[in-house]
């Protein structure tokens, strides 16, 4: 297979080259003799396949489920762009989330036409009260016991935890997770800006979904978001569908943080790609008007779009396509942990790929070299 022609992103910087995809991986870059198989990307971008690492499911599938099956929502995925991506759990009680687990462990041993399944994000249970969207978080005691529990049952592909470092126990919860190689990230938090510097001090490196489900900034005591928005040991979630943060803040973020203090998600869930309508999650209402999902009182409850959309978002508030490549694939498979695999344009990396115009339309998706 040959991708031919296009602006191939290595390194950082855009090189006019082709592709030579061997084995499902990339095996050089160059010019090369006609092959049987040739992708024309000629006045178009290539890029790393996107890689969504908050993200509760999608057309009908529910991540948190015991029992689903995930094919359909990854094939939807990888057709948006997305070629892997960490399955996210919402707050439940330890069984269910072990059962969740479990159900994504057998997923992800699955052969798939679709987007990779890379790891598990538990978006609690272990968050505040006070600070749960839509949520309903169990009256789970924040212990490192409990999180052992979860780090077993994950057999490896626990990658992130959210937390809320106001809990208590938490920071030792933080600790436990540094040393398992799980990456602790503050949200869903009434944090105060010291409650989040020890989290951060304890090991804790990454921000939920930064603003949404947080305790507002103010200027004489900034709170969780003054920490993560200053500490550059913190890498911030945002949610770029407009919807969740508007222009201007997703503007200060990124001149905040730069792109490698981000990371582009969705926490798009199972309305995602059904189009508007009233849909029942786990014995809950979501409505979804004009793209928008909400609780029956009004609440945002999630993202209806893939991450690719927000990418579009990006480019069209005037991130470069290379940054948006930094937040959307090189830092999302380094927090997972196959930043040897995939995430870059590299010889020898799988040839998960996608071709887009400057304005970060999808025009062509490739999941180890295959093109869908």
Request: net charge negative; with cysteine; aromatic share 6%.
């Amino acid at each position: 297979m040959i991708i031919r022609n296009g602006a191939v992103l290595r390194d950082g910087v855009f090189t006019q080259t082709d592709i030579r995809i061997t084995g499902g991986r990339i095996g050089g870059f160059g010019s090369f003799p006609d092959d049987s198989d040739v992708y024309d990307a000629a006045g178009l971008y290539v890029l790393p396949g996107l890689i969504d690492t908050h993200i509760h499911g999608s057309v009908g599938v529910e991540f948190a489920s015991p029992d689903e099956d995930f094919e359909k929502a990854r094939v939807w995925l990888a057709r948006q762009g997305v070629t892997g991506f960490a399955a996210t759990v919402r707050a439940l009680p330890a069984d269910r989330t072990i059962a969740a687990e479990r159900n994504i462990l057998r997923e992800s041993r699955k052969p798939s036409k679709g987007a990779h399944l890379f790891g598990i994000h538990l978006e609690g249970p272990f968050v505040s009260p006070k600070k749960s969207g839509v949520m309903h978080p169990p009256e789970e005691t924040c212990a490192v016991e409990t999180f052992s529990r979860f780090v077993e049952a994950g057999e490896g592909l626990l990658k992130i935890m959210t937390i809320a470092p106001e809990r208590e126990n938490a920071l030792a919860v933080i600790v436990a997770a540094k040393a398992a190689g799980v990456h602790a990230s503050l949200g869903h938090t009434d944090a105060t800006y010291a409650q989040a510097e020890a989290a951060i001090d304890a090991g804790a490196s990454r921000a939920t979904h930064v603003f949404n489900a947080m305790r507002p900034f103010c200027h004489r005591e900034t709170g969780v978001l003054g920490a993560v928005l200053t500490d550059e040991r913190v890498n911030t979630e945002m949610i770029c569908d407009l919807v969740h943060n508007d222009p201007p803040t997703v503007r200060m973020v990124y001149r905040l943080k730069g792109a490698h203090g981000m990371t582009l998600v969705s926490d798009s869930g199972v309305m995602s790609g059904l189009g508007d309508g009233e849909y029942v999650v786990d014995g809950h209402t979501r409505i979804v008007s004009g793209g928008v999902c909400r609780s029956p009182e009004g609440r945002i409850a999630g993202s209806t779009v893939s991450m690719a959309a927000g990418a579009k978002t990006l480019a069209a508030l005037g991130v470069p396509l290379a940054d948006i490549a930094v937040m959307g694939a090189k830092t999302p498979a380094k927090v997972l942990g196959i930043d040897h695999i995939t995430g870059a344009i590299q010889e020898g990396l799988l040839a998960d790929l996608i071709v887009v115009d400057a304005a970060f339309d999808v025009k062509a998706v490739f999941v180890e070299g295959k093109h869908l």
